[in-house]
């Protein structure tokens, strides 16, 4: 069956880095846009960036521009999210998600979710 595992998580200092995996299994991740979300407790699921599955284009929350970068390696089935220059508005439980083809900015069209790592931003 389809699966994508994050991993990563971590409580780390203001301006610190942290890289997150998310690993798939079961489908050829090739064919798969993956995105970055997160949640705050209180707050809706919001998008971090995506990477598409084709000429790997990338986009980005404004909030985290200049300081995340996304990328992927098909033949280890896993897409990064590198993190950092880290503020401790950027705490939340990180989750990937995988689509067809494309990104989307819609959190209702990707198929098939991770189960999250927690990202604490914290002296």
């Known amino acids: 069956q389809l699966q994508l595992v994050e991993s990563g998580g971590a409580l780390v200092q203001p301006g610190g880095s942290l890289r997150l995996p998310c690993a798939a299994a079961g489908f050829i991740l090739d064919y798969y846009a993956i995105g970055w979300f997160r949640q705050a407790p209180g707050k809706e699921r919001e998008g971090v960036s995506c990477?598409?599955?084709?000429?790997?284009?990338?986009n980005y929350a404004d909030s985290v521009k200049g300081r995340f970068a996304i990328s992927r390696d098909n033949a280890k089935a896993t897409v990064y999210l590198q993190m950092n220059s880290l503020k401790p508005e950027d705490t939340a439980v990180y989750y990937c998600?995988?689509?067809?083809?494309?990104?989307?900015?819609?959190?209702?069209?990707?198929?098939?979710w991770g189960q999250g790592t927690q990202v604490t931003v914290s002296s």
């Open positions: 998600a995988a689509r067809p083809n494309h990104c989307s900015d819609y959190v209702s069209l990707y198929n098939y």
């Open positions: 990477i598409s599955h084709s000429d790997g284009s990338t």
